[in-house]
């Protein structure tokens, strides 16, 4: 079992920053890709970045690559989001998941995932 716990959301201007943090319990949390989804209000939830479990592979949806960037820190249970150069249509709830694999899988699809958090709210003003 794994608890996921986000934080780092807020209000912002257009073109500020953000950096999202997502904590993980458990001992196991280097056995996981992470990923980050987001969901606007009457929107379905989407993709933004996932992360492999030793770091070194990340994909990104072609809304955020360029401005964000997902990154991990295995020592510390942690997953990052930077959001840079944020837009209004950024603004979303965004969710930490997890899925316990160490190859590939169809990261865009929010049915892969086997764990979630409870979301934090990144509200992007023009």
């Known amino acids: 079992q794994v608890q996921l716990v986000e934080s780092g959301g807020g209000l912002v201007q257009a073109g500020g920053s953000l950096r999202l943090s997502c904590a993980a319990s458990?001992?196991?949390?280097?056995?996981?890709?992470m990923g980050w989804f987001r969901q606007a209000p009457g929107k379905e939830r989407e993709f933004v970045a996932v992360?492999?479990?030793?770091?070194?592979?990340?994909y990104y949806s072609d809304s955020v690559k360029g401005r964000f960037t997902i990154s991990r820190d295995n020592a510390k249970n942690t997953v990052y989001l930077q959001m840079n150069s944020l837009k209004p249509e950024d603004t979303a709830v965004y969710y930490c998941?997890?899925?316990?694999?160490?190859?590939?899988?169809?990261?865009?699809?929010?049915?892969?995932?086997?764990?979630w958090g409870q979301g934090t709210q990144v509200t992007v003003s023009s």
């Open positions: 998941s997890a899925r316990r694999t160490l190859y590939y899988f169809n990261y865009l699809s929010a049915e892969a995932y086997d764990y």
């Open positions: 458990g001992r196991t949390f280097s056995r996981y890709a």
């Open positions: 992360i492999s479990w030793s770091g070194n592979t990340t």
